[in-house]
């Protein structure tokens, strides 16, 4: 068996996608390994469940540099330190700098609890129960300079119930988002991926494409 994908994953809160990450590495055909958790604060739950795990992790907060370039440099050396094959920002409240995608771009995922390019940002449940779909859901997409508008690589579909409320819509997102982003990582690590324009390929290509 190949050597499994070293991934590294960036966390702001309580890590549920990283658990679900976590989990799936624990069987050896699934292609990947969750090499370091890092983190923009200390103390929350997404760096327990690293350490919990034995997973290596890191915390490095913006307020601690003088600059927020300072701190994105910092940052990619932090991931640097781990050689990561893919960086999965899962639930990472900050905006990666042009440092870090000038070291990792084209490898960093992020998952977003909307339906791209609908209600980009950091409400996206909310904007979409204001905006009154009545289908929303998780978008996985490779991370570009913009906030939620690089190339997407898999979305989820989560209908919106008569009675929701942010709170109910975004815990059923997010067990859509957890199997798009469990799926999505071990199909990339396994069978590689490209991305083309605004198009992500993973694995083999199509000889009619
Ligand atoms: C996810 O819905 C993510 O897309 C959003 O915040 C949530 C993080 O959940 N930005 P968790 O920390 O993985 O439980």
């Given at each position: ?41 200390e ?9 919990r ?27 640097a330190?781990y ?7 899962a ?41 009154g ?8 997409f ?8 690089g ?51 993973i ?7």
């Amino acid at each position: 068996m190949p050597e499994p994908a070293a991934v590294v994953v960036l966390v702001s809160g309580s890590g549920t996608n990283l658990q679900a990450l976590i989990d799936a590495c624990a069987d050896p055909a699934y292609g990947a390994r969750v090499v370091a958790v890092g983190a923009d604060r200390e103390g929350i739950e997404g760096l327990a469940r690293a350490e919990r795990a034995g997973i290596p992790t890191f915390a490095l907060s913006v307020k601690d540099f003088e600059t927020r370039e300072e701190w994105d440099a910092a940052l990619a050396g932090a991931v640097a330190a781990y050689d990561p094959d893919i960086v999965v920002l899962a639930g990472f409240m900050k905006l990666v700098g042009s440092t870090f995608l000038g070291v990792y771009g084209g490898k960093v995922v992020n998952t977003h609890p909307a339906l791209s390019p609908s209600f980009p940002g950091m409400h996206g449940p909310a904007d979409a129960l204001a905006y009154g779909v009545k289908v929303t859901g998780a978008t996985l997409f490779v991370v570009d300079p913009g906030v939620d508008t690089g190339p997407i690589v898999a979305q989820r579909a989560v209908e919106v119930a008569p009675d929701d409320t942010v709170e109910s819509l975004h815990e059923r997102i997010k067990v859509a988002e957890r199997g798009m982003l469990v799926d999505s990582i071990g199909a990339m690590a396994r069978e590689g991926f490209v991305v083309e324009g605004r198009r992500v390929r993973i694995g083999r290509l199509d000889p009619l494409d």
